[in-house]
């Protein structure tokens, strides 16, 4: 079992900046990669970068040169991070984090982001 936790989400204006945060405890043995997915009202959910165990990244397009991810470990627990900056107003959505390995799969209940004036 594995537990995420995310935190950060919240209503910022267009261009600004916001550092989500994710915290996965568990059996996180063979722990193949996290990453960061979102899902607006009536669009499915999408990637929105991935970082795996060799510390590689992997970007959405629309999101490229503005998010970056980044990841630490402490004790038993790993941390995920996703440093928004220069918000759209087409970023707002539910925020989850998502931790898998090579037969398991979780996700986080979601953070929400709110870009708006």
């Known amino acids: 079992q594995v537990h995420l936790v995310e935190s950060g989400g919240g209503l910022v204006q267009p261009g600004g900046s916001l550092r989500l945060s994710c915290a996965a405890s568990?059996?996180?043995?063979?722990?193949?990669?996290m990453g960061w997915y979102r899902q607006a009202p009536g669009k499915e959910r999408e990637l929105v970068g991935d970082?795996?165990?060799?510390?590689?990244?992997?970007?959405a397009d629309s999101v490229k040169g503005r998010f970056t991810i980044s990841r630490t470990n402490a004790m038993n627990t790993v941390y995920l991070y996703l440093q928004m900056n220069s918000l759209k107003p087409e970023d707002t959505a539910v925020y989850y984090c998502?931790?898998?390995?090579?037969?398991?799969?979780?996700w986080g209940q979601g953070t929400q982001v709110t870009v708006s004036s």
């Open positions: 568990g059996s996180l043995f063979n722990l193949y990669a």
């Open positions: 970082i795996t165990s060799d510390r590689s990244t992997n970007y």
């Open positions: 998502n931790a898998h390995g090579p037969s398991w799969n979780y």
